[in-house]
T-cell receptor, first 115, second 116 residues
């Protein structure tokens, strides 16, 4: 079974629109970490955020915000006022302490911001 | 943050030859490194876990004799693709794990392998 599900394969938005990327995870561990990475066309993964399972506070960093809800096993990512430079593939990932902190990546969401 | 490098960043080789990819943690020691493979428009798939001083652990379906992994020091792991074939063409990414909690993983920039 897929541990991390990103149901949105591709999303296109017009510049300055807000966009939310969904991430649903599955784990039996009580201690785990959730991540979001951006992968531009160059291929290098760019770390965006890490949350641990005990910290459900939402976080905002500039135009980025994250909504972590353990009750629905979701860790959604919102980009406000999107820009062309936000065009990339975004991966959500889960790391479980119980499996030696192995990373489980979602299938990724390809975001295209149209100018 | 910690830095992980990969060398080369891209390589083209002929079918049947072998190619070695290096993964280095530049400013920290990593007892564990991971190797991932990513085909176009797909996610990262874990190939193997590399532990310093011991044999690598391969994921199901990954041929250990084809993808040789050596983790001889706390800062270097190498992946050798032996007898490469065009289907081995892919983007290979390594990560190095911090040795203490929360065992943060840092990813390298990736190596694009093309087998002709």
């Amino acid at each position: 079974a897929q541990k991390v599900t990103q149901a949105q394969t591709e999303i296109s938005v017009v510049e300055k629109e807000d966009v939310t990327l969904d991430c649903v995870y599955e784990t039996r561990d009580t201690t785990y970490y959730l991540f979001w990475y951006k992968q531009p066309p160059s291929g290098e993964l760019v770390f965006l955020i890490r949350r641990n399972s005990f910290d459900e506070q939402n976080e905002i960093s500039g135009r980025y915000s994250w909504n972590f809800q353990k009750s629905t096993s979701s860790f959604n990512f919102t980009i406000t006022a999107s820009q062309v430079v936000d065009s990339a593939v975004y991966f959500c990932a889960l790391s479980e302490v119980g499996t030696g902190n192995q990373f489980y990546f979602g299938t990724g969401t390809s975001l295209t911001v149209i100018p | 943050g910690a830095v992980v490098s990969q060398h080369p960043s891209w390589v083209i080789c002929k079918s049947g030859t072998s190619v070695k990819i290096e993964c280095r943690s530049l400013d920290f020691q990593a007892t564990t490194m991971f190797w991932y493979r990513q085909f176009p428009k797909q996610s990262l798939m874990l190939m193997a876990t590399s532990n310093e001083g011991s044999k690598a652990t391969y994921e199901q379906g990954v041929e250990k004799d084809k993808f040789l992994i050596n983790h001889a020091s706390l800062t270097l792991s190498t992946l050798t693709v032996t007898s490469a074939h065009p289907e081995d063409s892919s983007f290979y990414i390594c990560s190095a794990r911090w040795a203490a909690p929360p065992y943060e993983q840092y990813f390298g920039p990736g190596t694009r392998l093309t087998v002709t």
